[in-house]
C-alpha cells in the first residue's frame, strides 16, 4: 500500500480523541457479550443467579471448565462433528468451485453472466425457504439424521461467494501464462493442472478458510430440521438443547461456548491478513 | 474455429458439477416448493391438488400482520446496521495507531457460530439477572427488571440488536474497503485546496460510497429477511407471535405442524418478495453506473 503524505494524516489531538472514542463505542457494541460471556463463564453459578448485578465476578475461577465435560457429555462430540461437517463440506465445495471458477475468470462462452448470475442469486434462498422439499427430499433418500443431510445442503450456499471469491483472483492471473502454455501445445486440461491452480493456490487456500468458517458459523437450521440425533449434533445445536432447558446452568454453557468458539479464534487470530482481504474481495468494482 | 469450440465445450465440463449440484439442491427445490404450495401435503400418504386454497388461508389469517411485522423488523435491522457498520469503518479507515488491532476486534461477531454469539445475547436479555437489566437498574434509567424476550415490545427490538450485532462485522468490513478503494488523489487535492477533514468526508467519501452502500444495503436486505437463527433461538417467534417473521412462520407451519402444502405456500410468498428487491437493485444499480451491465 502507498504510504500517503504524512501532512494530511496530521490529526489534531481532539480529533485522535474523537477517533479513539469512536472506536471505543464501536467496539464496545461488538466485544461487550464476548467479554460479559466470558465473565459469566468465571462466576460461580450462585452469584450469577443473585440480585444486584455485578458485572465484575467474585472468586471467580475456571471450574465451570472443568465441570461442564461432565454436564455436557456430548460436548466433544459436538465439536468434532461440527468440524467433520464443516470440513466435508470445504471439501465439496472446493472440488466444484475451482474448475467453475476457472470456466467464469478464463473462457467466453453465450450466458456466462446470465449464468454466473444465478449462481449468485443461490444466496437469496439460503435458509428456510427451501426447507420443505429439502426435508422431504431427505427423506425421501433415507438420509435424514445423517452427516449427509447436514453437509449437502449447506454446500449449496457455500457456492455462491467461493466461486465469486476465486473468480476475482483468477482473472488476476495474467492470461499470457495459458496462452503460451496453449502454444506450447497443452491442453486446457494440462494448462489448468499444471498453470492456474499452482499459481491460484493462495486463492484457493483462502477461500477454504472462508468457506470453513461460513461453515462452521452457519451450521444450524439444517441440522437442527434434519438430524434429531444427539450424537451427530454439530456445536451450536448440541448446546441449543441446553440453552432450551428450563434451568440453564449459564456458566458452564458460557465456558462451552468459548471452547467452542476457540477454533474459529485461533484462526482468525493467525490468518486475519488474508481474512480481511479475501471476507471483503470483490466489494469493489475495479 | 474447432479451437474456439474447444475451449467452450471444456468450460461447461468444468461448470457442470457446480450446475448441477446447485440444480439438484436449490433449483429443483424451488420449483417443488412452487408446486406443492397448491397441494394440501402433509405427513399424510396422499396429497391433493387444491388450488389457490392455500393462499387464500393465508390472507384469511392474520399473515398480513406478519408480512408487515417482516418488513418492519427488516427496515430497522438493515438501517442501523448501515448505520453503525459506515460509522465503524469511518473509525477504523482513520490513520491512528493500533488500527490494524480493531479491525481484527470488529470480526468475531461474524466468525464465531452464530448461534454461540445468540446464547451469550440470550443471558444478557435475561430480566432477572441479565447484564442490560441489571446495567439500566444500577444507573437508575429503570427500577425494576426487564424481561426482555418476554414482552412483545422489548422481544422485537432485542432481535433487531442481535441481528444488528451479526451483520455489523461484515458491513463495516466491506464500507472500509470500499473506502480505501477511493483514490487518494482526490482527498490529496481537496487538502491543497484547503478542505476540512469532514468537509472531505462528506463531499468526497460519501458520495463515492453511494453504488457500494446501495449494494452491501441489498445483500444485507435478504441475509435479514432470512434471518431465521436469531428469533429462533431467542424466542421462538414468541412472546405470542409478537417476533413472528415470515420465516418464522413458515418454519412453524411447515416443520413444526408438518404442513408442508401451507408451509410451501409462504415460502412462495418470501421468494416472491427477494424477487421483487433483487429487481429493484438491478434498477438502482443500471442507473447508477449509466447503464453499465454489471
Not at chain 1, 464496545?28 to 460471556?37: D, Q, R, W
Not at chain 1, 468440524?83 to 471458477?101: D, K, N, Y
Not at chain 1, 458460557?254 to 484462526?267: D, E, L, N, S
Amino acid at each position: 500500500m502507498r504510504e500517503p503524505p504524512q501532512l494530511i494524516n496530521r490529526y489534531k489531538w481532539y480529533e485522535i480523541l474523537g477517533i479513539y472514542a469512536g472506536i471505543a463505542v464501536f467496539l464496545t457494541f461488538v466485544l461487550a457479550p464476548f467479554v460479559e460471556g466470558f465473565l459469566v463463564s468465571l462466576k460461580p453459578l450462585s452469584q450469577l443467579f443473585s440480585s444486584p448485578y455485578r458485572f465484575i465476578p467474585e472468586n471467580g475461577s475456571f471450574e465451570a471448565y472443568y465441570t461442564m465435560w461432565d454436564h455436557v457429555p456430548g460436548f466433544a462430540r459436538y465439536i468434532v462433528n461440527s468440524f467433520v461437517i464443516s470440513g466435508a463440506a470445504t471439501v465439496i465445495v472446493l472440488i466444484l468451485v475451482v474448475p467453475a471458477a476457472y470456466a467464469f475468470a478464463r473462457f467466453e462462452f453465450r450466458g456466462a453472466g446470465l449464468l454466473l448470475g444465478a449462481f449468485l442469486a443461490v444466496n437469496m434462498f439460503s435458509g428456510a425457504v427451501l426447507l420443505i422439499p429439502l426435508f422431504r427430499l431427505m427423506r425421501s433418500l433415507g438420509v435424514l439424521n445423517t452427516y449427509f443431510a447436514m453437509i449437502v445442503p449447506g454446500v449449496a450456499f457455500l457456492i455462491p461467494s467461493a466461486i465469486w471469491l476465486l473468480r476475482t483472483y483468477m482473472m488476476r492471473i495474467p492470461r499470457e501464462l495459458d496462452e503460451a502454455a496453449f502454444v506450447d501445445g497443452a491442453s486446457h486440461f494440462y494448462t489448468l493442472r499444471r498453470v492456474i491452480l499452482p499459481i491460484a493456490k493462495p486463492g484457493i487456500v483462502v477461500v477454504a478458510i472462508t468457506t470453513f468458517i461460513g461453515a462452521y458459523a452457519q451450521q444450524f437450521i439444517y441440522a437442527l430440521t434434519f438430524n434429531s440425533k444427539t450424537e451427530y449434533a454439530p456445536l451450536p445445536v448440541g448446546l441449543f438443547a441446553y440453552f432450551g432447558r428450563q434451568e440453564v446452568v449459564w456458566n458452564e454453557l458460557m465456558a462451552a461456548a468459548f471452547v467452542g468458539i476457540a477454533p474459529a479464534m485461533i484462526v482468525i487470530f493467525f490468518l486475519q491478513r488474508y481474512l480481511v482481504s479475501g471476507l471483503t474481495a470483490g466489494a469493489v468494482k475495479q | 474455429m474447432s479451437v474456439q469450440r474447444n475451449a467452450i465445450i471444456f468450460a461447461w465440463i468444468l461448470l457442470l458439477p457446480a450446475l448441477l449440484y446447485v440444480t439438484a439442491i436449490v433449483a429443483y427445490p424451488l420449483v417443488d416448493t412452487f408446486i406443492l404450495s397448491f397441494t394440501d401435503a402433509s405427513l399424510k400418504k396422499t396429497t391433493n391438488w387444491v388450488g389457490w386454497a392455500n393462499y387464500e388461508k393465508i390472507f384469511n389469517e392474520t399473515f398480513a400482520e406478519v408480512i408487515i411485522r417482516t418488513f418492519v423488523w427488516t427496515f430497522f435491522s438493515v438501517s442501523i446496521k448501515m448505520i453503525i457498520g459506515t460509522f465503524g469503518a469511518a473509525m477504523l479507515n482513520a490513520a491512528v495507531p493500533g488500527r490494524a488491532l480493531f479491525r481484527v476486534l470488529t470480526m468475531p461477531p461474524w466468525i464465531v457460530p452464530m448461534a454461540i454469539g445468540i446464547f451469550m445475547w440470550g443471558w444478557m436479555y435475561n430480566g432477572q439477572f441479565g447484564m442490560i437489566s441489571g446495567m439500566l437498574q444500577r444507573f437508575g434509567v429503570v427500577d425494576g427488571p426487564i424481561a426482555f424476550l418476554a414482552q412483545g415490545s422489548t422481544a422485537f427490538w432485542a432481535t433487531v440488536i442481535t441481528d444488528v450485532w451479526i451483520g455489523v462485522p461484515m458491513v463495516t468490513l466491506y464500507m472500509l474497503a470500499a473506502m480505501q478503494a477511493i483514490p487518494q488523489d482526490l482527498y490529496e487535492a481537496a487538502w491543497t485546496d484547503g478542505a476540512g477533514r469532514f468537509y472531505r468526508f462528506r463531499r468526497i467519501t460519501l458520495p463515492l460510497l453511494v453504488p457500494s452502500m446501495v449494494t452491501m444495503s441489498m445483500l444485507s436486505l435478504i441475509s435479514t429477511f432470512n434471518s431465521f437463527d436469531i428469533i429462533w433461538i431467542l424466542t421462538r417467534g414468541g412472546p405470542s407471535g409478537e417476533t413472528t417473521t415470515m420465516i418464522i412462520d413458515t418454519y412453524k407451519t411447515a416443520i413444526g405442524s408438518n404442513k408442508y402444502g401451507e408451509g410451501a405456500a409462504r415460502a412462495v410468498l418470501i421468494c416472491i418478495f427477494l424477487s421483487i428487491f433483487c429487481l429493484c437493485y438491478f434498477r438502482v444499480t443500471s442507473r447508477l453506473s449509466g447503464g453499465d451491465k454489471r
